[in-house]
Every structure is written in C-alpha cells, then in structure tokens.
C-alpha cells in the first residue's frame, strides 16, 4: 500500500498570499488530521477530518481551513499568510477504531517571506 | 482531560549505552498510547504502540515500552544506542471515546555521542 502523500513538498510565499496543502490518505483511510510543527511551538493539531466531516479543531485562527473529499483526499487553506505560518504541516491518516495508529505523510516546508 | 507530559526534552547517551526516555500521561479511561519517532525534516514514524493486549510492548529497531498503569507512565527504553537514533520521539495518548483526539508530548531529542 502506498503510504500517505503530500504535495507540494516545499513551498515558497509572500506575507498575505493564500496556500493550499493537499494530502492523500492510505488507501481505506477515513480520518485525515493535519498538524503544524515548529521549533517554537512544537507539533500543534490544526484539525482532523472523518467522512467528510471536520470531526475536531485545534485553536488556530479562521484563518486555517480545511476539507475533505468523497475519496478521502483533504486540503488545507491559509489565507493572508504571516511570517509566524512558515512551518512544517504534517498530515496522517487512520483507518479507524480506537487501537489504531497515525500514519504521517513526509511534510509540506511552508516558508512565508 | 487526557493530557501527556515527556520529562525530557532532551537526553543526551552515548553509543552502545541504554536509552531511557520518560513520558507520563493522565487518562480517565484506558489509553491507546504511542511512541513516535521523527528524524530531522521528515514525517513522524510509529515505533510502538499500547492496546491493552500486553503492558510490555517491542517496537521496531530494538526500542519497548512498558505500560505502568499504578506509574501512569509509558517510558520508551533501548538497551543500546546507535547512531542512528538520533532523532526527536514524541509520545501520544488518545483519548477512547468522545472526539478521539491525539495528544501530543512537547517531544524529546535525543541525541547520541560516538
């Protein structure tokens, strides 16, 4: 099985642009959850996705949305980017039940100049 | 509220010596609990993982982890360092029930001398 995939893998922009982060799940996986990791902050919850369905949310500002498709695929959006947004974005996906593990994607480097 | 606390953030060792990284969580209910290791700008790998079945638990690369339920501790130990483990390794608790949220440790890097 393909492991989860993430695109693009390093990504350039400017404060106040918009970006978008897509993130494919092993196949069979419902659940997507995306994280922001930085040295400062650490590894921070964003949100996660069930079926389509933002099933829970991090405290990060509106700024950060999501969704998820019919075939499990999920994007994530920020918009008016800030310095402060240059990070590592981390999905994973899991099959379900409440025994099973993440299973992380390699990361998306965002940099906002 | 679940919640997990790493007593390190960093553990320095040298090669060949025993690996002992510390985490501790508070669960209502029982806990799946994880070990998670990420080498320097890569994705997080599972190493182990906790289900009730055995408090003993053997991960990948030579690395366990006891479950301790009276401790409420779930330390990661390698009877010996390589090279190779350097690398940050988080700890995880899920909640069972209700939004079955991931709780992430801070992270410990671990760093290993020749």
């Known amino acids: 099985k393909a492991g989860v995939t993430q695109t693009p893998r390093y990504l350039i922009k400017t404060r106040g642009q918009q970006v978008t982060l897509s993130c494919s799940p092993i196949?069979?996986?419902?659940?997507v959850s995306w994280y922001q990791q930085t040295p400062g902050q650490g590894l921070q919850f964003l949100f996660e996705y069930f079926s389509e369905t933002q099933r829970n949310k991090g405290n990060f500002p509106g700024r950060f949305s999501g969704r998820q498709f019919s075939n499990s695929r999920s994007e994530m959006n920020v918009s008016t980017l800030e310095l402060g947004d240059s990070a590592l974005y981390l999905c994973a996906s899991q099959s379900g039940g409440v025994y099973n593990e993440q299973f992380f994607g390699p990361g998306t480097r965002l940099t906002v100049l | 509220a679940q919640s997990v606390t790493q007593l390190d953030s960093h553990v320095s060792v040298s090669e060949g010596t025993p690996v002992l990284l510390r985490c501790n969580y508070s669960s209502s209910y029982s806990p799946s609990l994880f070990w998670y290791v990420q080498h320097p700008n890569k994705g997080l790998q599972l190493l182990l993982k906790y289900t009730s079945a055995a408090t003993l638990v053997k991960g990948i690369n030579g690395f366990e982890a006891e479950f301790k339920k009276s401790e409420t501790s779930f330390h990661l130990t390698k009877p010996s360092a390589h090279m190779s483990d350097a690398a940050e390794y988080f700890c995880v608790v899920r909640e069972p029930s209700g939004t079955y949220k991931y709780i992430f440790g801070t992270g410990t890097r671990l760093k290993v001398l020749a």
């Open positions: 196949s069979g996986h419902r659940s």
